[in-house]
Structures are given as C-alpha cells and as structure tokens.
C-alpha cells in the first residue's frame, strides 16, 4: 500500500469514530447493534492498518540495512598480534 492509501485508511477511520460519537450520543446504548456493527468496522480497519504500517516499516528498515560490513569482524588482540606479526603488550 502506498502513503495515499494509508491517508485514506485513516480518513475512514476518522469518519467512523464520529459516527460511532454521534450514534452513541443518539442511542445511549453502546451495546445497541447498530453501533456494535460500525464499531466493528472500526476495528477491522485498525488492524489493516496497524499492518500497513508494520510492513511499511519492514520495508523502511529493509532498504536501510547494510549489506556490507566495511569493518572486518570482532577478533581478540591475541589474533591480530599474531596475523600483522607483531608482538601486543598488556599493561596490568
């Protein structure tokens, strides 16, 4: 999905919470089905974009992960010393 999507998603959420405001306002029963329905709605909308919004951040820290380690790998002092063919000292 793309940032307009993801725009619109919210939109439609928007526009169901003041639905759901206004029903409660008129109804004054929160169990009444009619708002138990758009709540409902509601919900399903916010896990499709709570999804959205994780795969956009796979995505985000995918294209931002190194495939290339510019440093070689972690090796003690002992092993360097031994492969420049140098001698390391260690003050106690």
Do not use: W, Y
Request: proline share 4%; aromatic share 2%.
């Amino acid at each position: 999905m793309t940032t307009l999507e993801t725009t619109e998603l919210i939109r439609r959420l928007q526009l169901l919470q003041s639905r759901l405001c206004e029903m409660a306002n008129d109804l004054g029963n929160l169990t009444d089905p009619e708002i138990v329905a758009v709540s409902e709605e509601a919900d399903r909308l916010i896990v499709q974009l709570q999804r959205l919004r994780k795969q956009e951040a796979d995505v985000r820290k995918r294209n931002n992960a190194c495939t290339v380690s510019l440093l070689p790998a972690a090796q003690p002092p002992e092993e360097i010393g031994e492969q420049s063919r140098t001698f390391l000292l260690k003050h106690s």
